[in-house]
């Protein structure tokens, strides 16, 4: 059974760095029939596409967010993580980490929220 789960702290101050882990169970990151993403929710919006990691290590980012984002993998741990840079209160909403399938996500992890706030 393929499980995600995200880790990291609830509460970010602005102008510093948000960085959240994603420990997978039951498939490995680094097989090439999957890739993996990180979506986050702000409160009252839809979701928000921010990342996707592929097999190889290659990335893709949100336009908006690409000079603030960066996903890293350490397949060791079979995990990969979250970085944005110079954060603000509007960042602050839940975040996923995601399997892809076929260009959608099939597994999801609970979420976890993160705060922006002095």
């Known amino acids: 059974q393929v499980q995600l789960q995200e880790s990291g702290p609830g509460l970010v101050k602005p102008s510093q760095t948000l960085s959240l882990t994603c420990t997978v169970s039951?498939?490995?990151?680094?097989?090439?029939?999957?890739?993996w993403s990180w979506i986050r929710q702000p409160p009252g919006k839809g979701l928000e596409w921010l990342g996707i990691?592929?097999?190889?290590?290659?990335?893709y980012y949100s336009t908006s967010l690409k000079s603030r984002t960066s996903i890293s993998r350490d397949p060791s741990n079979n995990r990969f993580s979250l970085q944005l840079t110079t954060v603000t209160p509007e960042d602050t909403a839940v975040y996923y980490c995601?399997?892809?399938?076929?260009?959608?996500?099939?597994?999801w992890g609970r979420g976890t929220q993160v705060t922006v706030s002095s």
């Open positions: 039951g498939a490995s990151i680094t097989s090439s029939d999957f890739a």
């Open positions: 995601t399997r892809v399938s076929y260009l959608a996500p099939d597994y």
């Open positions: 990691l592929f097999d190889d290590g290659t990335t």
